[in-house]
């Protein structure tokens, strides 16, 4: 497998509990990213997953996330 590097940027609504989101996304499977909640009501989350291909990747990630705070909107996504 070969590991992919991606960004996943999601705005928020305003009754996230950053500190609750960031245990969760912990358990949810995303261990393998960076978390960043320095601006207010955004999230990002930059990615360095091993897949069979980028697509899978990010695919999978998208899923693991929405498991932990499916009201968010996806913003971008970046490689």
């Not at 990213?33 to 930059?46: C, S, T």
């Not at 932990?68 to 996806?74: F, T």
Request: proline share 3%; aromatic share 6%.
């Amino acid at each position: 497998m070969t590991e992919y590097a991606f960004t996943l940027r999601y705005q928020l609504d305003d009754q996230a509990d950053i500190d609750e989101l960031l245990e969760r996304l912990g358990e949810a499977g995303c261990d393998d990213a960076v978390i960043g909640v320095g601006q207010p009501g955004r999230l990002a989350l930059e990615f360095v997953r091993e897949s069979e291909s980028v697509h899978e990747a990010i695919e999978s990630a998208l899923a693991d996330v929405c498991k932990v705070v499916p009201r968010a909107s996806l913003i971008d996504i970046t490689t």
